[in-house]
C-alpha cells in the first residue's frame, strides 16, 4: 500500500481492501501480499531518540557555561542546534505528561503530580483518552517505540500486578518499558519495572540504575535493528538522574573534587561568564541577585562549607555520568550507521534544579518529604551517622543537596523547581540533532519554546498528522507548536508566542516576549501548617499576590522587573492568564492541595491486608496504611530447626520496618528515616513448628508520627517488649518496596546485610495486616485528613 | 556524688583536620591553666569501628615523658584493649579488664561508642566537671558533643590501677 493510500488520521489504521482475488480454490485465486504486511512509517521518517533528565537546571551543563562536564550534550549542540528559550512546567509529572501528550499539563489531568490524584479534571493525574501521547501515534505508524528510565504517570494505587494497566507506558504508546513508574529510584537499589511486570531489585553487587538503562536502551536497539531491518524506532531516554537521592560511584564525584570549594555565590559568576562566552544568554544578561532566603556562602562556617561542597560533588558526578550514558546510546546508534537520519532532542532538566533539599541539604529526602524538620546540626550529625563526607552518594545515604546549589544551578535565573512563575523552575537547556535535516551545525536558535511543543515537532518531522481518533476516542488537538520551521532559519519569527504557567499557585503568562510573574508568597520549601493557612480556601486571595513584568527580549535573565512602567500591560496579562487557565483546567487554583484544605476521599474501607506466600516488590506507595496509629502485623510460619530470615520488610535503613528471626528469636526493628532506630526482640527462642507471631504497636494517640508501644507475641503469648519514640507519619520510601520471606534491597536492619536478602528458612505461610484494630471514628477522620495532608506535601516534593 | 565527679566529654568531627584544631585548642586550655584535665585524646574510628588514637595530650611542656596515667586512664574508658598498644604498655590485662568491667556496668561503654560514629573522628577529654563550660566553647567544630560521667570513686580506682600497672612496668 503506497504512503497516501494510508489513512492516518484514525487509529489504528484500518486493515487495507484486499486487492487479491479469491476463488473456490487456490485455482484462480491472485494473492495480495500487502494485505498481511505491517503497517509501514512514511518513507524517509528518522529515529526519534527523546532525552529528558530531571531536576537540572539551566546553569549545570558545560554545553550551557555550567560546571558540570557535559560531553555528550555539547556534541551533540556542536553538531546541531542549541536552544537557550526552552521551557518546562517547574514539576516532574506536569512536564511528563505535557511532553508526551503535546497538551498543557492541566488539560491531562496533571496540575500535580502521579502520586496525588485530586478530585478534579485538572489535578486527575489520569491521562485522558482523548489526549492519547503521541508515541500512540507512532507505534500505530510503523514504529518500534521504548521508554527506559523514570515514568511517572501512573498513580501511586494502582502500581500493582492488578492494574489496570492503561495508565502503565505499555498501554500508552510503548512496546517496550524497562524503568521505574514513581517520581524517583535509588540508584543502587531500585525497583525495575519491565512492561507490566516488578522484576524486583537486581542483586548484582556492582549495579548501577543509570548505567544499565544505557544498557538496556541499546540492547533494545540492536534487538529492533535484528528483527526489522527498515522499521524505524522511538526511544525515550528519561534518566532518573537528577533527581534525589543523588547517588554516583565515588569515581564519578571524585572527578569534582575541590570544585566547588569557592561555593554557590562565586559559582554563579563563573557560569553567567562562560555563559556570555559561549553564546547561550546575551552580553548583556544581567546576573539575578541571590534571594534572601539563601546564606551568602561566605557566612557559613568550615563544617557547612566543606559539607555543601562534597553535596555539589556528588550532584556534578551523577549528572556527569547520566550526559556520559546518553553518550553511550549515542554512540551504539552511530555504530549501528543511523545517526544521520535519528532525530535527537536532549532536553536537560524537566524543571529547574530542584531546591527540596531545604537549605541545608539533606542526608536522606524522605525526612524532608515527611516533614520531620531536621537542624543544621542534626544534619551534620545525622550525615556522621551514616559514614560521614565518604558516604553521602553511597546507598548507605539517600541525599539531596541543598537549595542554594540548585538556585546555583539555575544561574543566571531566580529561584527553581515549583516555582513556575520564573525562569529558574521553567527554562531548561535543549539541543537539536539531526544531521540529515539539519544545515547548521553549532546553531542557536533563542525562539520561544515548550515542552508541550515536542510532540508537534516529532510529528511534523516523520510526517505523520495528528490523528483526529484513536481507538475510536476523538482527540482534542495538541496545544503546542511544531518548531519545526527554526530548523533552518535562526532569525525566523517565533511561532510560539503566548502560553501561561502554573505549579502549586505560582503562575505566569507569557506572550510576545512579555512575561507576568505572578508568584504566590511561599518559599518552595515552606510547607508548614502555619505557611499554608495563608492560603486556605477564603483567606488566600490571588489576585492580591505581587506581581513582577519582564520584558525578556531586553532582559533575558528576569533582573529588571518593569511591572511599574506597564501597568496595562500587567492588566492585560493578568486577564490573558485567568482565561488561559479557565480554558485548560487550571481551576481550582490549588487543586493538587486539597487535601490540606478540608477536601478529602472517602476513607477507605479496607483496613485489613492479607499477603499469602512469598509475594515481593509491593510498590511503597501501596503498601498498607499503618502510619500514625496503632496496627497488627501478624504471620503464620512453619519454622524448622534454626529458623533464621525475614518474616516481612518494608524499605530499608533510611526508614522502614522489619519483623524477623535471627540466633532463634524473633525481632523487630523500625527505622524512623535513619534518624532513629528502634528494636525489640523475644526474651525466649521461637518454637519450631507450626507458630504464630505477631507484633502489636500501641500508638501513644493516634497523631502524626506518634510514638508507641511495641509488643511481640508467639502463639498469643507476649515474649518481649519495648518502644517506638517516632514513627514515620506519610512514606517510608519514595521507591524501595514491601516484601514477604525477605528483604530486598538494602536491608532494614543492618544487622543481617551480609545475608541480604536474607531469605526465610522456614516458610511462611501468610501476613496479616490489620492497620485499624483501636480507632474510634473520630480518631479515624483525624487520622485520614492528616494523612491526606502528609502526602500532599510528600507529593509536592516528589 | 562525689565532689571529684569526672566529666567525660566526646566530641565528634566530620573532618580530621578540625578535630585537631579543636584538640590543640583544648591543649592550650589546659597550658594557659584555664582548665585542668585527667587527659585529652585526639582519636579516629575506621568505617569497622576500629579506633586509633592520634595524638595525646601528653607533650604538654613534658616532651619526651612517658604515656601518663591521664591519657590511659581517657584510652582506657574509651577503649580499654587500645591501652596496652597506645598508652600504658602490653601486659596489663588485669588494668584492661577493670576499665571493661567498668565500661559494662556503668553504661559508659554503650554511651561513648554511640557518640563516635564509625568513620569520624574525635577529641575525648575527661576533666574535672567544673570546666565543662569553658571545654565545650573550645569545640567549636565539633559536630556532635556527648558528655558522659565517671564518679569520684571509682576515676580514683581505675588510675590507681593504672598507675600501680605503669610502676609495674616501669619496674
Redesign the interface.
Known amino acids: 500500500m503506497s504512503d497516501e493510500a494510508i489513512d492516518r488520521t484514525k487509529l489504528p489504521i484500518r486493515r487495507p481492501q484486499f486487492q487479491g482475488k479469491v476463488e473456490r480454490t487456490l485455482d484462480g485465486s491472485q494473492p495480495d501480499w500487502n494485505s498481511i504486511a505491517p503497517i509501514p512509517a512514511p518513507k524517509g521518517a528518522p529515529n526519534v531518540l527523546l532525552v529528558l533528565t530531571d531536576d537540572a537546571g539551566f546553569g549545570n551543563p558545560s554545553g550551557f557555561g555550567g560546571p558540570i562536564s557535559t560531553p555528550t550534550l555539547d556534541r551533540l549542540g556542536k553538531g546541531g542546534l542549541t536552544y537557550n528559550r526552552f521551557h518546562t512546567t517547574a514539576l516532574c509529572s506536569p512536564t511528563r505528561a505535557a511532553l508526551i501528550t503535546g497538551r498543557n499539563h492541566h488539560t491531562v489531568g496533571f496540575g500535580m503530580i502521579g502520586e496525588f490524584a485530586g478530585p478534579f479534571p485538572g489535578y486527575s493525574a489520569t491521562l485522558p483518552k482523548d489526549c492519547m501521547p503521541f508515541p500512540k501515534t507512532l507505534q500505530g505508524n510503523g514504529y518500534s517505540t521504548a521508554c527506559f528510565g523514570k515514568w511517572h504517570l501512573t498513580p501511586d494505587n494502582v502500581q500493582g500486578p492488578s492494574g489496570p494497566f492503561d495508565r502503565w507506558p505499555n498501554a500508552l504508546g510503548f512496546d517496550y518499558f524497562w524503568g521505574f513508574l514513581g517520581g524517583e529510584s535509588g540508584q543502587f537499589d531500585p525497583v525495575i519495572i519491565e512492561n507490566n511486570t516488578a522484576i524486583g531489585v537486581p542483586e548484582e553487587d556492582d549495579f548501577y540504575f543509570p548505567d544499565a538503562m544505557a544498557d538496556k536502551t541499546i540492547e533494545w536497539l540492536h534487538g529492533v535493528r535484528a528483527h526489522g531491518s527498515e522499521k524505524p524506532w522511538f526511544a525515550y531516554f528519561s534518566t532518573g538522574c537528577s533527581h534525589a537521592p543523588h547517588q554516583v560511584g565515588t569515581d564519578w564525584s571524585e572527578k569534582y573534587k575541590d570544585k566547588f570549594d569557592q561555593g554557590w555565590d562565586k559559582l554563579r559568576e563563573e557560569t553567567v561568564q562562560r555563559q556570555k562566552e559561549r553564546g547561550v544568554i546575551p552580553a548583556d544578561a544581567e546576573l539575578t541577585p541571590r534571594p534572601e532566603a539563601m546564606p551568602a556562602w561566605d557566612s557559613l562556617d568550615a563544617n557547612h562549607q566543606r559539607l555543601y561542597a562534597r553535596q555539589m560533588e556528588v550532584y556534578a558526578g551523577y549528572c556527569e555520568n547520566a550526559d556520559w550514558n546518553v553518550g553511550r546510546v549515542i554512540d551504539a546508534i552511530e555504530e549501528m550507521g543511523e545517526l544521520e537520519n535519528t532525530l535527537v532532542i536532549y532536553i536537560w532538566g524537566d524543571n529547574g534544579a530542584s531546591m527540596e533539599g531545604t537549605l541545608t541539604g539533606t542526608f536522606n529526602e524522605l525526612t524532608t518529604l515527611n516533614g520531620v524538620p531536621l537542624t543544621d546540626e542534626q544534619q551534620l550529625q545525622l550525615t556522621l551517622k551514616w559514614g560521614g563526607l565518604e558516604a553521602w552518594g553511597t546507598d548507605m545515604m539517600g541525599p539531596h543537596y541543598s537549595a542554594a546549589w540548585a538556585w546555583a544551578g539555575n544561574c543566571p535565573f531566580r529561584w527553581g523547581k515549583q516555582v513556575a512563575s520564573h525562569l529558574g523552575g521553567t527554562r531548561d537547556p535543549m539541543v537539536v540533532h539531526w544531521p540529515t535535516r539539519i544545515a547548521e551545525q553549532g546553531g542557536l536558535r533563542p525562539q520561544f519554546t515548550h515542552v508541550i511543543d515536542v510532540g508537534p515537532t516529532i510529528l511534523e518531522a516523520v510526517g505523520l498528522p495528528q490523528p483526529t481518533h484513536i481507538d475510536g476516542v476523538e482527540q482534542q488537538p495538541m496545544h503546542g507548536t511544531s518548531f519545526l520551521y527554526s530548523l533552518d532559519d535562526a532569525a525566523a519569527a517565533e511561532q510560539h508566542t503566548q502560553q501561561y504557567f502554573e505549579i502549586l499557585g505560582n503562575r505566569a503568562m507569557y506572550k510576545d516576549g512579555w512575561w507576568l510573574s505572578w508568584m504566590m508568597p511561599r518559599i518552595p520549601w515552606e510547607l508548614d501548617p502555619e505557611t499554608l493557612k495563608r492560603f486556605a480556601p477564603g483567606v488566600w486571595d490571588p489576585e492580591t499576590d505581587p506581581v513582577e513584568l519582564y520584558y525578556l527580549p531586553d532582559d533575558f535573565t528576569q533582573a529588571k522587573n518593569v511591572a511599574d512602567q506597564h501597568p496595562e500591560k500587567v492588566e492585560e496579562l493578568k486577564k490573558l492568564f485567568w482565561e488561559e487557565a479557565e480554558r485548560y483546567d487550571v481551576f481550582p487554583l490549588l487543586g493538587g492541595l486539597t487535601g490540606f484544605f478540608g477536601m478529602r476521599p472517602p476513607i477507605p474501607k479496607q483496613s485489613q491486608f492479607t499477603y499469602y506466600g512469598d509475594v515481593q516488590n509491593i510498590a511503597s506507595g501501596m503498601i498498607p496504611q499503618i502510619y500514625n496509629h496503632s496496627y497488627t502485623i501478624s504471620a503464620d510460619l512453619e519454622i524448622p530447626e534454626g529458623a533464621e530470615g525475614v518474616i516481612v520488610a518494608e524499605a530499608d535503613h533510611l526508614g522502614g520496618f522489619s519483623l524477623f528471626v535471627q540466633d532463634g528469636k524473633l525481632r523487630h526493628t523500625y527505622s524512623f528515616l535513619g534518624v532513629q532506630e528502634f528494636r525489640q526482640e523475644s526474651e525466649t527462642p521461637l518454637p519450631t513448628g507450626s507458630v504464630n507471631v505477631r507484633m502489636e504497636f500501641a500508638a501513644d494517640a493516634p497523631k502524626p508520627a506518634t510514638g508507641g508501644e511495641v509488643t511481640l507475641f508467639v502463639d498469643d503469648e507476649p515474649v518481649g517488649s519495648g518502644r517506638i519514640e517516632h514513627t514515620v507519619p506519610a512514606r517510608f520510601s519514595g521507591y524501595a518496596g514491601m516484601d514477604i520471606g525477605r528483604d530486598n534491597g538494602l536491608p532494614v536492619d543492618r544487622s543481617y546485610v551480609d545475608k541480604s536478602p536474607f531469605a526465610f528458612t522456614g516458610k511462611v505461610k501468610k501476613v496479616v495486616f490489620d492497620v485499624n484494630p483501636h480507632l474510634t471514628e473520630e480518631h479515624e477522620q483525624e487520622l485520614h485528613e492528616h494523612l491526606e495532608q502528609a502526602l500532599a506535601g510528600h507529593a509536592i516534593n516528589a | 556524688m562525689s565532689d571529684d565527679q569526672k566529666d567525660v566529654l566526646i566530641a565528634?568531627?566530620?573532618?580530621e583536620d578540625?578535630a585537631k584544631k579543636d584538640f590543640d585548642a583544648v591543649l592550650k586550655l589546659v597550658k594557659d591553666k584555664a582548665i585542668t584535665v585527667e587527659g585529652v585524646v585526639l582519636v579516629q574510628k575506621d568505617?569497622k569501628g576500629e579506633v586509633e588514637v592520634s595524638e595525646t595530650g601528653d607533650h604538654l611542656g613534658r616532651k619526651g615523658v612517658k604515656v601518663g596515667a591521664g591519657v590511659g586512664f581517657v584510652v582506657g574508658l574509651f577503649a580499654p584493649p587500645l591501652l596496652a598498644a597506645t598508652a600504658v604498655g602490653a601486659a596489663l590485662g588485669g588494668v584492661t579488664g577493670k576499665f571493661a568491667k567498668h565500661r559494662l556496668e556503668s553504661g559508659i561503654g554503650k554511651k561513648m561508642d554511640a557518640a563516635l560514629?564509625?568513620?569520624?573522628g574525635g577529641v575525648i577529654a575527661v576533666y574535672d566537671s567544673g570546666g565543662a563550660d569553658t571545654v565545650d566553647k573550645a569545640l567549636?567544630?565539633a559536630?556532635?558533643k556527648s558528655v558522659a560521667q565517671i564518679d569520684g570513686i571509682s576515676a580514683r580506682k581505675l588510675k590507681a590501677g593504672l598507675a600501680e600497672a605503669q610502676a609495674g612496668m616501669g619496674g
Open positions: 565528634a568531627y566530620l573532618f578540625l568505617e560514629p564509625p568513620g569520624s567549636v567544630n559536630v556532635k
